[in-house]
């Protein structure tokens, strides 16, 4: 079974300065999907990033960048730029590919934003 | 607004009680997932359905069922409650083939 672990559960970042979360997992299999998906305090679950394993090279979006390293099982999340609206609790998440396609989850890393 | 509504919002309940949760998909979606986060055991998958048909199943409790109807929305309802039945749960739709999840603003459930 593949299970997604998250050792940081707490995190601090100045605003403006850049902050890494840190995501592993382990699998089995040689195709899936990894995901990092914010909760602000609202409680709603934002996708932030994706990637395809598949992939070689690491998905951006905008501020949000990952690192992925597939043989050591390892899919780090970079925020650049903090900003006080990226407070929030972090969710690492995998998904195999094909039918079904459950997302397991990380314990979470919680994000605060210093001004 | 990810286009995935669930309802209520939030509800309060006593132990040895049902409840039923909804969820409306987003428009087109067939796949409605159903996931339970708690103190205890974090995000947890609990039941799939693709097009009013169960594909896959997690940690659900026996207690657990859930349905797709025929306009897509699924209900889980939640009997016997107990007090560690309270938690928030999410309702996330995606269409057919590898698509992201997109969730639902989740209904809390607070069990006493």
């Known amino acids: 079974a593949q299970t997604v672990t998250q050792s940081q559960p707490e995190m601090s970042v100045q605003e403006a300065e850049t902050v890494t979360l840190s995501c592993t997992y382990d699998?089995?299999?040689?195709?899936?999907?990894l995901f990092w998906y914010k909760q602000p305090p609202s409680r709603q679950m934002i996708l932030v990033i994706r990637?395809?394993?598949?992939?070689?090279q690491n998905a951006t979006e905008n501020r949000f960048s990952v690192n992925f390293q597939k043989a050591a099982k390892s899919f780090s999340l970079k925020i650049s730029d903090s900003q006080l609206g990226d407070a929030a609790m972090y969710f690492c998440?995998?998904?195999?590919?094909?039918?079904?396609?459950?997302?397991?989850f990380g314990q979470g890393t919680e994000l605060s934003v210093k001004p | 607004d990810s286009g995935v509504t669930q309802t209520p919002k939030h509800l309060i309940t006593a132990t040895g009680q049902r409840v039923t949760l909804r969820c409306s998909p987003r428009?087109?979606?067939?796949?409605v997932y159903w996931y339970q986060q708690s103190l205890d055991q974090g995000l947890q998958f609990l039941i799939q359905?693709?097009?009013?048909?169960?594909?896959a199943k997690g940690n659900i409790l026996e207690r657990f069922s859930a349905q797709q109807f025929p306009d897509l929305h699924s209900e889980l309802n939640l009997s016997s409650l107990e007090l560690g039945d309270s938690a928030l749960y999410f309702c996330?739709?995606?269409?057919?083939?590898?698509?992201?999840?997109?969730f639902g603003p989740g209904t809390r459930l607070t069990v006493t």
């Open positions: 428009s087109g979606d067939l796949s």
């Open positions: 699998t089995s299999e040689s195709d899936y999907y």
């Open positions: 990637q395809e394993a598949y992939k070689q």
């Open positions: 998440a995998y998904r195999s590919k094909g039918a079904g396609g459950k997302l397991i």
């Open positions: 996330a739709s995606t269409p057919s083939g590898d698509h992201e999840q997109y």
């Open positions: 359905y693709y097009n009013g048909e169960e594909r």
